[in-house]
């Protein structure tokens, strides 16, 4: 016959330890779910710090291809621009020089004192008239070459400025 007492304490040290293996197997199944959803969330950063730097990265050469192209639309601008102010002062010349000619012209052709003064009047008029008529042309050429080489730059700007603020 065996000892109740000893039977107890076998039954008490099997009980005891079939606590501890279910604490033990408890602890390492929480320990094994934490570092997993730690991995998960480490995961899950690394892949949206990845999305970020990669958005930023497409942006960022988005804005440098911008630029170079706002760049280059502006200089071809400028040139078209430049030209034709280049042209209307070499018609600006060739008008001038022709009235010049005419006015010489028609001063030798002058038959009295009369006649002098009033052909220098009407030719200092039309002087005056057309320096004004030219000079408004020549002003308005100049603020188009102004606006066509700084126009792609400006919308350049404001496109870069909008991306900013999405």
Avoid: C, W
Wanted: charged content about 20%.
């Amino acid at each position: 016959m065996t000892n109740p007492t000893v039977e107890h304490i076998a039954k008490a040290n099997t009980d005891a330890l079939t606590k501890s293996g279910h604490a033990a197997e408890h602890i390492v199944k929480t320990s094994t779910d934490a570092l997993t959803k730690g991995g998960h969330a480490a995961e899950h950063i690394v892949k949206t710090s990845t999305d970020a730097l990669t958005k930023s990265g497409r942006a960022a050469e988005k804005i440098v291809k911008g630029n170079a192209d706002a760049l280059t639309d502006s200089g071809n601008a400028s040139s078209a621009a430049f030209q034709e102010l280049i042209k209307a002062y070499q018609e600006l010349a060739t008008k001038n020089a022709n009235n010049l000619t005419a006015a010489i012209q028609a001063f030798t052709a002058v038959k009295n004192p009369a006649e002098f003064i009033e052909l220098q009047q009407r030719l200092i008029m039309d002087g005056v008239e057309a320096a004004v008529r030219d000079s408004q042309q020549i002003a308005e050429l100049t603020a188009a070459v102004f606006n066509a080489a700084f126009e792609p730059v400006k919308k350049q700007m404001e496109a870069v400025q909008k991306t900013a603020r999405n």
